[in-house]
């Protein structure tokens, strides 16, 4: 069925460091691509997210990049700060699905001071 | 405010006791879903529905059932709870199908004993 894999479960870095977090998705039909961030005992929210039509989309420190021929997609976070310590969550819409989203298993990240 | 509203927030009940989570969004979305949480598993969809009286089983339906009398709410009934259903459940909604922001209610913490 389709799947949405996404690595790594958790990623830790430096303060002011990059973090990037890949996804792979199994449903080539697939044209949008969102991208959530958890905190710890809040609701997913949106904070980002890309279309089939685009390779690259950035607002301020984030950006996303989409390969549709590898059929992959990365969130790339700049200039970390500890707020951003979250668990981010990727998708895709499965067409075969009816449009669902579906959604990657997670990543924590942790910003250290 | 636009929202998703679930309840309630927490839930302590026993095995076999019928329960119902709410949830209400003042959005006039026409899509809806509920999703679990759970530690290393990420977010699996349980129901969506598509608009009024069009429901349709996601990825792990087992155990629970829904209902979308009306377009805002999307209850989701757990006739007969067991453990295996412990668990931070989501609703969304959205205005499309798997290609536009989902708006995620604040959770609910179920636990069965």
């Known amino acids: 069925g389709e799947n949405v894999e996404q690595h790594p479960s958790t990623l830790s870095v430096q303060e002011g460091d990059s973090a990037v977090i890949k996804c792979t998705y199994s449903?080539?039909?697939?044209?949008?691509f969102p991208w959530y961030k958890q905190e710890l005992g809040k609701r997913p929210q949106l904070i980002i997210d890309?279309?089939?039509?685009?390779g690259e989309k950035k607002d301020q420190r984030i950006a996303v990049t989409l390969n549709k021929t590898a059929k992959h997609f990365s969130l790339h976070i700049t200039e970390t700060q500890p707020e951003d310590s979250a668990v981010y969550f990727c998708?895709?819409?499965?067409?075969?699905?009816?449009?669902?989203?579906?959604f990657g298993k997670g990543t924590k990240l942790s910003v250290k001071p | 405010e636009a929202q998703v509203t679930q309840n309630p927030r927490y839930l302590i009940t026993v095995t076999g006791k019928k329960l119902t989570v709410t949830c209400s969004q003042n959005?006039?979305?026409?899509?809806m879903s509920w999703y679990r949480q759970d530690p290393g598993l990420g977010l699996r969809q349980i129901y969506y529905?598509?608009?009024?009286?069009?429901?349709d089983k996601g990825d792990v339906p087992e155990g629970y059932k829904v209902s979308r009398k009306e377009k805002r709410n999307f209850p989701l009934i757990l006739e007969s709870p067991s453990p295996n259903q412990t668990s931070l459940y989501f609703c969304?909604?959205?205005?499309?199908?798997?290609?536009?922001?989902?708006?995620f209610g604040q959770g609910t913490r179920l636990t069965v004993v």
């Open positions: 969304a909604s959205s205005s499309g199908t798997g290609n536009t922001e989902a708006f």
């Open positions: 449903d080539s039909a697939s044209n949008y």
């Open positions: 890309i279309r089939s039509n685009v």
């Open positions: 998708a895709a819409n499965g067409v075969r699905s009816q449009g669902n989203l579906i």
């Open positions: 959005m006039n979305h026409e899509y």
């Open positions: 529905s598509m608009n009024v009286e069009v429901t």
